[in-house]
């Protein structure tokens, strides 16, 4: 591809786009990630230096609108039923944009605290699929809103521990295989925990390393396709277990820049696709950017890893952990 | 992440919109709540599966629970699978009308194979099942659903909750054998190599099985084989790893198999392994790239040490980390050899550093570092 660079003003425009294309079927279809796509467009607006690049009013309203006043908790749009992961979104949303206080901490708290199984599992909502990706979210959540002290931490622990894989890494119930999106998910809730004790890091570490392939890309799980989005759950974990060095650093940016819509062609289109050559969404273009942010690529703003969250804002809420990502680089 | 399976809008013949059913007739459609992103153009977007979601709104609305119910959700679920919201409420109505969830089943044996990727299909599946108690017939679906998509996440990941939370020996009776056919089938398929560790080690001890030194022999033995039919393989290395572990095995059993996989081609090697080749290509005449190039389907030799073809890309790294690591457990086991063993492991990562695996530099140097650390306690 040749691309050098990361197309920040054309993916900011691109995310601005996503908003407006409200008659497409496909936005329709997608109404049951809306909540959780504006937090990937918020966030990777913020990574890119650009946060104001969405109307901060229109954003909040929207959030409110989702609430679900009966479950106490957020769907991912106004009708849908309250779910753990959009719950999450929204909190995030909200304090990125400095608007914490318009949620009902306590409801949140007894929703989020409901979902707790008996195994120490957390289901996503009420219908009851498990997965550990339900852990991190109720923990983010409950770290978030400063009420840490209401989790049974042993039992939550206890399941993870469950969780953890011959190979050093987590899947996403008992018994799964090992994937580096469910080692995210659960090396940030132990960070979150203070109970990293729980990996054997240089074994995780390792594992997450092997990752790379000799396009510079990241794999999820051994002998599969590289793809944009582990840029930001293998960096993240590693960036936790202060190993994100162990990544051949340059090779993988280069990676990350093929995969720009603006770089597959002349097309204006913008945002970051899972590969070369493929189409842009918003996921990618959120983890790819945090990714790069990670790896110190120039001018980009520092994200906390263990929150996907801005760096600032964490640490101004004192809950930054003791992560180390790579050196910002100048141009 | 979501696909979306717009083409399944186009699979009716001729939509009648619900308005138009005189058994829909006792409702009020609701619209979509847009929120503040409303827009300000008419809404475009496809009629059918905005009119369903409009009934399904004034169904939920209404707190009804009844057959049309699951005629409105089928619809729905098969635009757009991921609706989880829909999901939920099919399933309460199925038992809330004390619905026949045998018949749910079969037609969701149809919707699952469509919607492999949809997470959804598999935990409605599950609950279903829960209720059912008759997980026997799952494993076969499930294996022909792995045939569609052979390292299906959420397929594997039902798998196994099937077999831990029946955990009925006749369940288990068939896991080997499946597991060998998936890896006969692909041997790099970590799913596979997953199951296999879970069905071995992660499952209690069942009958036949109960002798663990003659289990670690069997399963080292299977993925010795493997490793010489693809000799970079991360996923048979990692369970090779695994099982040593798990049994606390001592590394320096595997020193004679793994030795050849850590050397460099040499002229003289090429030479003495041309041979070899030679025997597969004539079996194997079609043997072509990188990846078949690495089958050995030759006669082996010695049988408990399966070598490399001559066309396998060596060395592998993993073999000389495995090298490496017989080096620093022997240096530390004992104490005459200790420092020749560490200064040879330190030799083997640097050649992983500089030369077959820079990539990983960073993550060898570190090896080094901590090979060297051993020094002092030998001393």
């Not at chain 1, 006043?69 to 304090?95: C, K, N, R």
């Not at chain 1, 960096?235 to 990676?255: C, E, G, P, Q, T």
């Not at chain 2, 799913?191 to 289990?215: I, K, N, P, Q, Y």
């Amino acid at each position: 591809m040749g691309s050098k660079e990361l197309a920040t003003l054309v993916h900011v425009s691109y995310i601005q786009s996503l908003g407006k294309a409200t008659d497409d079927l496909a936005y329709h279809l997608t109404a049951h990630l809306r909540l959780n796509a504006i937090y990937w467009g918020l966030m990777a607006l913020c990574v890119m230096k650009h946060k104001d690049a969405l109307d901060r009013g229109e954003m909040i309203e929207f959030v409110m609108s989702c609430w679900d006043d009966e479950a106490g908790g957020f769907g991912a749009h106004p009708d849908h039923d309250a779910h753990i992961v959009p719950t999450l979104s929204a909190i995030q949303i909200l304090h990125i944009l400095d608007a914490p206080d318009q949620v009902d901490v306590p409801r949140i708290v007894s929703y989020v605290i409901s979902l707790q199984n008996s195994s120490g599992s957390f289901s996503g909502d009420q219908f009851g699929e498990t997965d550990t990706r339900f852990t991190y979210c109720a923990v983010s959540i409950l770290s978030l809103l400063g009420k840490l002290d209401t989790l049974d931490e042993q039992k939550t622990i206890g399941y993870l521990r469950k969780c953890r894989n011959f190979d050093g890494g987590f899947g996403n119930t008992e018994g799964a295989e090992s994937h580096a999106a469910q080692v995210f998910v659960c090396v940030a809730t132990l960070a979150i925990l203070d109970r990293l004790d729980e990996v054997d890091q240089d074994m995780l570490g390792w594992w997450l390393a092997e990752r790379q392939l000799p396009n510079g890309g990241l794999n999820g799980r051994p002998e599969k396709l590289e793809d944009v989005c582990y840029s930001f759950w293998v960096l993240s974990s590693l960036s936790i277990l202060k190993r994100v060095h162990w990544i051949d650093a340059n090779s993988l940016i280069s990676f990350i820049l093929s995969a720009q819509e603006s770089m597959a062609s002349d097309l204006e289109g913008g945002g970051i696709a899972d590969r070369p050559g493929d189409t842009a969404d918003v996921f990618h273009t959120v983890f790819g950017a945090a990714g790069l942010s990670l790896l110190g690529y120039p001018d980009l703003d520092d994200l906390d890893p263990v929150y996907c969250m801005p760096s600032r804002l964490i640490e101004s809420l004192g809950l930054k952990k003791d992560w180390v990502a790579l050196g910002r680089r100048t141009l | 992440m979501q696909r979306l399976l717009v083409e399944s809008l186009d699979t009716h013949q001729e939509y009648v919109p619900y308005g138009e059913r005189p058994e829909w007739q006792d409702l009020t459609p609701i619209q979509q709540d847009e929120g503040s992103l409303a827009p300000l153009a008419p809404i475009m977007y496809g009629d059918e599966y905005k009119d369903s979601t409009n009934y399904f709104r004034a169904i939920v609305q209404k707190g009804e629970y009844s057959e049309r119910v699951l005629e409105i959700t089928e619809h729905i679920i098969r635009q757009n699978p991921s609706h989880y919201s829909v999901w939920q409420y099919r399933y309460d109505t199925l038992l809330a009308i004390k619905a026949d969830l045998i018949a749910e089943l079969e037609l969701m044996d149809e919707i699952a194979t469509t919607f492999l990727k949809t997470y959804q299909v598999w935990h409605h599946r599950r609950l279903l099942i829960t209720h059912l108690r008759a997980p026997r017939p799952e494993l076969m679906f499930i294996a022909n659903a792995l045939q569609a998509d052979k390292k299906n996440y959420h397929t594997w990941a039902y798998r196994q909750w099937i077999l831990a939370e029946f955990n009925e020996d006749e369940l288990w009776d068939g896991e080997l054998p499946f597991v060998e056919q998936m890896l006969s089938d692909d041997l790099r398929n970590n799913s596979a190599w997953h199951h296999r560790f879970f069905v071995v080690w992660e499952s209690g001890v069942r009958a036949g099985e109960e002798d663990r030194e003659t289990l670690v022999k069997r399963e080292i033995a299977f993925t010795k084989t493997k490793i010489a039919r693809a000799p970079n393989n991360a996923s048979a290395w990692n369970y090779l790893r695994g099982v040593l572990e798990r049994t606390s095995s001592p590394f320096s059993v595997l020193e004679a198999f793994v030795t050849p996989y850590a050397q460099p081609p040499s002229p003289e090697d090429e030479s003495e392994w041309v041979s070899d080749d030679e025997a597969s290509s004539t079996k194997s005449p079609t043997a072509k790239s990188s990846d078949l190039a690495e089958t050995a389907d030759d006669a082996v030799l010695d049988l408990e040490n399966p070598i490399p073809s001559a066309r396998a890309e060596l060395p592998c790294p993993q073999a000389i980390e495995f090298l490496a690591d017989i080096r620093e457990q022997s240096a530390q086991n004992n104490g005459t050899t200790a420092r020749s063993d560490i200064d040879e492991a330190i030799k083997l990562y640097a050649s992983l550093a500089t030369k077959y695996d820079t990539m990983r530099e960073r993550y060898w140097e570190f090896r080094q570092r901590e090979a060297s650390k051993l020094i002092p306690a030998i001393a």
